[in-house]
């Protein structure tokens, strides 16, 4: 039996803005996310110290079409090589 919803309003759900994409079930950029994971092991956290290993990353998903191809910078990268991003 379901759990009814406060006031008897149905929740609608939306989908993500960029749209669903593949796991990576087959570990095809296996060792990209183990870097990046490592980097932000090693570095408390801070995901700026690990922008390049992030790109990486995220390159090796667009080539094995594990996402939408995208360009860096929309994804946050400027266009220089490990750059950080331009400013707003």
Do not use: I, W
């Amino acid at each position: 039996m379901g759990m009814p919803t406060a006031g008897g309003k149905k929740f609608q759900q939306t989908p993500p803005e960029k749209g669903s994409f593949p796991l990576d079930h087959d570990g095809e950029c296996k060792p990209q996310k183990a870097a990046y994971m490592d980097c932000l092991a090693q570095n408390g956290n801070n995901s700026r110290v690990c922008r390049e290993a992030s790109k990486v990353y995220l390159e090796c998903r667009m080539a094995k079409q594990l996402m939408s191809k995208e360009e860096m910078r929309k994804l946050g990268f400027s266009s220089a090589e490990g750059a950080a991003p331009a400013k707003k």
